[in-house]
């Protein structure tokens, strides 16, 4: 298992004072400050997000930009800095060879996948923390209001 340190955070105002973006907002901080405990060979977690979003056949800078809520030209700039470490590469397009599609390299894909058993300890944390049946149901919610 992947050794993940949990973190504590300050104490949280009174519940009148605290709204649910405050509370999403705190989460995200503390998964980044245990992220950024660790040496990801340069990659952040913007960086990860993108090579988790690219499928196994590959998709457009198009096809990307939409679910990364990013411009397709930002999309470019990040897909040409992960050519440079070989974490991202471009392949034809199987269905229209007049089109490339970025692919996750073999290096791409263990990072994602160090990644990804980072996280999955993390949750674990928090199940622990919280009981598995409430982190289940915690995850259950948090699909269904990002899932629309």
Not at 7 to 33: G, Q, T, Y
């Amino acid at each position: 298992m992947v050794d993940v340190k949990l973190l504590s955070l300050p104490p949280v105002p009174s519940d009148a004072d605290v709204h649910i973006a405050m509370l999403a907002d705190r989460l995200l901080r503390a998964v980044r400050l245990q992220l950024d405990q660790h040496d990801w060979s340069g990659l952040r977690p913007s960086h990860f997000r993108l090579i988790s979003s690219v499928p196994p056949e590959g998709a457009t800078l198009t096809e990307l930009s939409g679910p990364l809520f990013m411009t397709k030209q930002a999309v470019g700039q990040f897909v040409t800095h992960l050519r440079t470490t070989g974490h991202l590469d471009l392949a034809p397009d199987e269905r229209d060879r007049r089109r490339r599609v970025v692919v996750r390299t073999e290096l791409g894909d263990r990072a994602l996948a160090e990644v990804n058993a980072f996280l999955a300890a993390i949750e674990q944390q928090w199940a622990d923390q919280v009981g598995p049946k409430d982190y289940a149901i915690f995850r259950r919610v948090l699909r269904q209001l990002t899932d629309g």
